[in-house]
């Protein structure tokens, strides 16, 4: 019984997994190969980059906000103006900005992808496009997951200007730091690894946002159930992925 | 060159453990007019998606102007869908585009037509269909099920294909607005030369429509003939389906 069970789900996930490894080398060999469909991707990348602002802009602000509160309280002993402002700028840049922006987008993005691709599948919309001379692949996927790739790296961006800004807000008016000493030591502490760091991991986790959306999308069967599985697999396994991912992208770029 | 537009030889599908298709056996001439038959779910929508490459058959033999298309790479594919196209069971327009961008969609994308020009005969395409110019900027989810039937169908003769599949062209129309639709899917055989497969169980739009009719029963095409046969013929089966009677030879399913 338990084997047979354990055998039946590990022969179910090593199936979605090729599945998957599948979907993502069709995908790639289709990015480099015309047509290119411009305006989709221009359409998506507003999606991804302008609509997620809000969202992103929130959730940082708040959490270098609590990060500036938490490492006076916590470290307050030998605390300095210096050390909140190296803690929030390294939280925000290294960790916290991509890794919010990740998950938030995943729940917007990630999870409408799924739900407009398999509803495109269960009622044949994807067969037609075939039907008519166009590869869903291109028309599609492609746009959706460049955009992921491209504009990912955009909002962590202005995640982590939101993000500093709100542990300064805290150090400022709550904490009584000194205004120019603060933004001095946020500063002197920023190195551009912190933020290219950052940035590649959202890259990362754009394509790992949109690729399970997409896919998960594209394989969904059985109507408006299975639509509604595939949003919620999509928004699940990414959301795991981006956190795993995260832990092994840190070790890459700061593990010496 | 031969004279067959598809060939069937021995296709078999199946879904898991269902047996869908269990050899048919089934050509098409050129110009010719087929009309397939059959229960609700006996496979006829199945059988014409694996001559469109939509559905990859188990085993056995599909030739399309006398090329195989069965394991064919998906761009040797994409030539063959160039000279077809398919009027789908639920019709499987894109929500995202307006009704006459669904109609010209193949000229746009897969004949690289300009906007303008596309839209012309777009419009002419809904005429013919029986729908007005003002529909044409509505979106999908804006027009009854019988328009967006008419829509599929206007979508699916827009690109003047060589061979084109109908599935259910008049399931939902009105007795009159059947008999437009069956006109014009004759006109396209008879006046622009195309091949066509249509599937139906309509047997005025049978009548109408078609040069031949084929029987498919549990995975099997058990009688074809010229349309006249079917009055005269002795099978079973065939009198059965067109005079409508619950008894008979064939039993339905019926499941509790
Ligand atoms: N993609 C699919 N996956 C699993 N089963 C399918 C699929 N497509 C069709 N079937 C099954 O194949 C059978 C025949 O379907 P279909 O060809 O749509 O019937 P119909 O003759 O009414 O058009 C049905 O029982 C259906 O459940
Ligand atoms: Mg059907």
């Known amino acids: 019984m338990i084997f047979a069970s354990t055998g039946r789900v590990t022969l179910k996930f090593l199936r979605s997994t090729g599945e998957l490894a599948l979907f993502m080398t069709k995908t790639l060999s289709h990015c480099v190969k015309p047509p290119f469909y411009f305006k989709s991707l221009l359409n998506q990348m507003i999606e991804i980059g302008f609509y997620s602002l809000p969202v992103v802009a929130l959730t940082t602000l708040f959490s270098g906000m609590v990060i500036a509160l938490q490492s006076y309280s916590g470290l307050s002993s030998f605390s300095s103006e210096g050390v909140v402002a190296s803690v929030v700028e390294l939280t925000i840049t290294r960790e916290l900005g991509p890794v919010l922006a990740a998950l938030m987008v995943a729940g917007r993005v990630g999870a409408r992808m799924a739900a407009e691709i398999g509803t495109m599948r269960v009622t044949e919309q994807i067969d037609a496009l075939t039907t008519l001379s166009t590869n869903p692949y291109k028309y599609l996927i492609v746009p959706r997951v460049l955009a992921g790739i491209f504009m990912l790296p955009v909002l962590v961006l202005i995640g982590d200007i939101i993000g500093i800004f709100g542990g300064y807000l805290i150090s400022i008016y709550k904490l009584d730091f000194n205004s120019a000493n603060y933004l001095r030591n946020t500063w002197n502490f920023l190195r551009s690894i912190d933020i290219y760091s950052g940035m590649t991991k959202a890259s990362v986790f754009g394509f790992i946002v949109t690729m399970l959306g997409c896919y998960n999308g594209y394989h969904s069967r059985g109507g408006a159930e299975g639509v509604g599985s595939a949003t919620t697999n999509a928004v699940v396994a990414s959301s795991i992925l981006i956190l795993v991912s995260n832990y092994w992208l840190t070790e890459l770029f700061f593990a010496r | ?256």
């Open chain 2, 1 to 256: 060159m031969t004279e067959f537009k598809v060939e069937m030889t021995n296709v078999k599908k199946a879904f898991g453990p269902k047996k869908v298709l269990d050899r048919v056996d089934l050509s098409v001439k050129k110009g010719e007019s087929l009309v397939i038959i059959g229960g609700s779910g006996t496979g006829k929508s199945v059988t014409i998606k694996c001559i469109q490459g939509l559905l990859v058959p188990d085993s056995g033999s599909i030739k399309v102007d006398g090329t195989e298309i069965v394991g064919m790479s998906e761009r040797q594919l994409e030539q063959i869908n160039q000279k077809t196209s398919m009027l789908f069971q639920g019709a499987a327009l894109f929500d995202s585009l307006n009704i006459w961008e669904n109609v010209a969609f193949g000229l746009v994308e897969g004949k690289k037509m300009k906007k303008s020009e596309a839209k012309e005969i777009a419009i002419e395409k809904l005429r013919q269909v029986g729908l007005t110019p003002d529909v044409a900027n509505l979106y999908p989810d804006e027009v009854s099920g019988g328009m967006k039937k008419r829509i599929g169908l206007a979508r699916a003769i827009a690109t003047n294909p060589e061979l084109i599949f109908f599935d259910e062209p008049t399931t939902g129309l009105d007795p009159i607005m059947s008999d437009v639709i069956n006109n014009l899917i004759r006109d396209c055989v008879t006046n622009l030369g195309a091949t066509a497969i249509t599937i139906t169980h309509d047997m005025s739009s049978v009548r109408k429509i078609a040069d031949r009719v084929a029987m498919l029963y549990k995975g099997k095409i058990i009688w074809q003939g010229s349309v006249a046969e079917i009055n005269s013929t002795d099978n079973p089966y065939i009198q059965q389906f067109v005079n409508g009677r619950a008894e008979g030879p064939i039993q339905m399913e019926i499941k509790s």
